[in-house]
């Protein structure tokens, strides 16, 4: 999974969510919050979708640490050396 700061993102969106759709996500980090870009299947019914959106407003959330950071920062460079 790549790893990314908003800045970054913006100046390669196109091909981060190319990558996305091809299902390879990337984490977005901005002022110690995460965002994850990826692809999403819509689904049958949009009641489906409003209850999904709902869960995820619902669900609980955790403080991103500059450990976690460094921590996915860490995995996101070891599966991109990986991918070479």
Same mark, same amino acid.
Request: aromatic letters at 4%.
């Given at each position: 999974?790549?790893?990314?700061?908003v800045?970054? *993102?913006?100046?390669?969106?196109g091909? &981060? *969510?190319? =990558? =996305? %759709?091809?299902? !390879?996500?990337?984490? %977005?980090?901005?002022?110690?919050?995460?965002?994850?870009?990826q692809?999403?299947?819509?689904? +049958? $019914?949009? #009641? !489906?979708? #409003?209850? &999904? %959106? +709902?869960?995820?407003? #619902?669900?609980? $959330?955790h403080?991103?640490?500059?450990? &976690? &950071?460094?921590? %996915?920062? +860490?995995?996101?460079k070891?599966l991109?050396?990986? =991918?070479?």
């Amino acid at each position: 999974m790549k790893t990314c700061t908003v800045s970054q *993102a913006k100046n390669n969106l196109g091909k &981060l *969510a190319d =990558a =996305a %759709i091809k299902g !390879e996500p990337t984490v %977005i980090v901005r002022g110690g919050k995460l965002v994850i870009l990826q692809a999403y299947n819509l689904p +049958q $019914h949009q #009641d !489906e979708f #409003d209850a &999904l %959106i +709902q869960a995820g407003k #619902d669900s609980p $959330h955790h403080a991103v640490t500059p450990k &976690l &950071l460094n921590r %996915i920062w +860490q995995r996101g460079k070891s599966l991109s050396k990986k =991918a070479k």
